[in-house]
């Protein structure tokens, strides 16, 4: 230490007492390796004090009383006028307090680190995890149930599915031509096509009454399936609702009406990112579809979907209509006038 070598050559004169019934002595006070040491005026050493256990009984005040921690009855009085001791050994002390470890404050780190630890796996890890976990174990007919509940939501701002009996006859002989799951057409809200939990695929009305062909509809409708199967809408609202959703759904198998309104306003507006090409040109193979229109809608220009156009996997074959001209005329009327 520093402070210690630069006071080790400093003696001074004291008054020292063995215990509270002993005669007080004059001593000659130095300062020795890491020691505060008590001689006799012929330097026979009468006492060593730790100077890491030297306290002061009266701190502020002189003359200055020191002794040794934890044994007030052994003390050592400098007198007022041996300043250089005094702010020696007060130095040293306040150097060797400054160098002991804190037990309060690394409680106290070691607490705030630790918390610090659990927020983070709260944060961080527990949503993803306990998200995984109400995957792994919500029953298909949960999924399906959030869903339909998640299209009354929806309904309410976009106006109610598209239900034309001929035209809903129509819509279920194209789903089952494409092998699709539940299919419906809805009046507005959002620009082309969403999937919801369970399966539903939902499709906006200009898809079936701008277009003179059923290919476009049905490639969106393909090429939405896709992005479900790369994107589980169902992890994507529990992403949205938050861990306390989450917890709701997995301990009573129910979700909050107000977090599906509100995610229900945010699915209408929120980014699309296209699925990849290559995904749904296997989906279109699958299903003998082409996917030149469905690209051609995307982009008039065919500049960003020129892959799409160029690889149509039913470029080279015979056409096979998807729907009869009555039946595409009648899924072009679902919506009535």
Request: aromatic share 6%; charged share 20%; hydrophobic share 45%.
């Amino acid at each position: 230490m520093t402070a210690l070598k630069k006071y080790q050559r400093i003696e001074s004169v004291g008054l020292w007492r063995a215990s509270p019934d002993a005669q007080r002595r004059e001593v000659v006070v130095s300062i020795g390796d890491a020691t505060l040491i008590l001689s006799d005026m012929n330097d026979t050493p009468l006492a060593h004090w730790s100077l890491a256990a030297v306290d002061r009984a009266n701190p502020g005040q002189r003359p200055a009383v020191f002794h040794p921690d934890g044994d007030p009855g052994e003390t050592l009085e400098l007198a007022a006028s041996e300043t250089v001791m005094i702010d020696a050994i007060e130095q040293l002390r306040r150097a060797i307090n400054r160098s002991r470890p804190k037990p309060g404050r690394l409680r106290w780190l070691s607490i705030s680190l630790s918390a610090a630890s659990v927020l983070a796996l709260i944060v961080f890890w527990l949503p993803g995890a306990m998200a995984t976990h109400t995957l792994s174990i919500l029953p298909q007919v949960k999924r399906v149930e959030i869903g339909n509940e998640l299209l009354s939501q929806i309904e309410r701002l976009s106006g109610p599915a598209c239900a034309d009996q001929a035209g809903r006859r129509s819509l279920s002989a194209l789903r089952a031509r494409l092998g699709l799951g539940p299919l419906s057409i809805l009046p507005s809200g959002f620009e082309t096509s969403l999937h919801l939990p369970g399966g539903r695929i939902l499709l906006n009305r200009a898809l079936v009454e701008d277009f003179e062909e059923p290919d476009v509809a049905a490639g969106f409708a393909l090429a939405e399936r896709v992005r479900a199967q790369s994107d589980d809408p169902l992890r994507a609202l529990l992403a949205y609702a938050g861990i306390r959703a989450n917890f709701r759904l997995l301990t009573t198998g129910d979700m909050d009406l107000t977090t599906l309104q509100k995610y229900a306003e945010f699915l209408l507006i929120a980014p699309r990112v296209e699925p990849d090409n290559e995904a749904i040109l296997t989906a279109f193979a699958k299903a003998n579809l082409r996917s030149s229109p469905y690209a051609y809608a995307r982009d008039v220009t065919g500049e960003s979907v020129l892959m799409l156009i160029e690889a149509d996997p039913m470029a080279s074959k015979p056409a096979q209509p998807l729907l009869s001209d009555s039946d595409w005329l009648r899924l072009q009327g679902i919506c009535g006038p």
